[in-house]
């Protein structure tokens, strides 16, 4: 846990050690690394649950900030800590890409099922088909979960039925919409402007959270 780890260093401190670090004193790199833990342990509990365990992230955080500090220069005009987060979040996220499996914790880019082709897609070549205007400034680094969490929170019911049956989420198969808007009783036209504004509450939702 966080608590487990040394306060951050203040600012002075963190500027004495980044220079006896440039001038070559191995302990100066230890106290910096140390020091910054609790950043590594704030981020990697951002994304616990999505492919990794936090102890599991923490390692792989660490391996970031250990970048991050032999990279880090003092004529940087941010703190080493701001500099830092960029870089344990990236080892972060690079590591869940890579970590593909098949289950709800995985990237928008795993396939999601085939076209009409037998070509597989993913996710994101999904929403992306008709709805680029939309989807365009939507993190494709989101997870599928929060992708979840976020139809739950934001979605009316009938918000939701559509967008999970549209894109064949969590287990179910994907549907045309004139196969949504006849289940439903309702006309395509209508499936499609719940569809987009769905889209467009998620965009929003997400980019909140």
């Given at each position: 846990m966080s608590t487990s780890f040394p306060n951050p260093l203040t600012e002075k401190e963190e500027q004495y050690f980044v220079k006896k670090l440039e001038e070559k004193n191995p302990a100066a790199k230890d106290i910096?690394?140390?020091?910054?833990?609790?950043?590594?342990?704030?981020?990697?509990?951002?994304?616990?649950?999505?492919?990794?365990?936090?102890?599991?992230?923490?390692?792989?955080?660490?391996?970031?900030?250990?970048?991050?500090?032999?990279?880090?220069?003092?004529?940087?005009?941010?703190?080493?800590?701001?500099?830092?987060?960029?870089?344990?979040?990236?080892?972060?996220?690079?590591n869940i890409r890579s970590n593909k499996r098949l289950s709800k914790e995985v990237s928008m880019s795993i396939p999601v099922g085939t076209d009409k082709d037998g070509n597989e897609i993913s996710l994101d070549d999904i929403l992306g088909t008709d709805t680029d205007?939309?989807?365009?400034?939507?993190?494709?680094?989101?997870?599928?979960?929060?992708?979840?969490?976020?139809?739950?929170?934001?979605?009316?019911?009938?918000?939701?039925?559509?967008?999970?049956?549209?894109?064949?989420?969590?287990?179910?198969?994907?549907?045309?919409?004139?196969?949504?808007?006849?289940?439903?009783?309702?006309?395509?036209s209508y499936v499609s402007r719940i569809e987009k504004k769905a889209l467009e509450k998620l965009r929003d939702y997400l980019s909140e959270h």
């Open positions: 910096l690394i140390e020091h910054n833990l609790r950043l590594v342990a704030h981020i990697a509990k951002k994304y616990t649950g999505i492919s990794n365990t936090q102890d599991d992230l923490i390692s792989i955080g660490t391996i970031g900030l250990i970048k991050a500090v032999n990279t880090f220069s003092g004529s940087k005009s941010t703190r080493l800590a701001t500099y830092a987060a960029k870089c344990i979040e990236n080892e972060i996220l690079m205007e939309i989807i365009e400034s939507i993190d494709l680094k989101i997870q599928v979960d929060r992708l979840y969490k976020a139809i739950k929170n934001c979605l009316s019911e009938r918000e939701q039925a559509v967008i999970i049956a549209r894109y064949g989420l969590m287990d179910s198969d994907q549907k045309p919409q004139r196969e949504i808007a006849k289940e439903l009783g309702i006309s395509r």
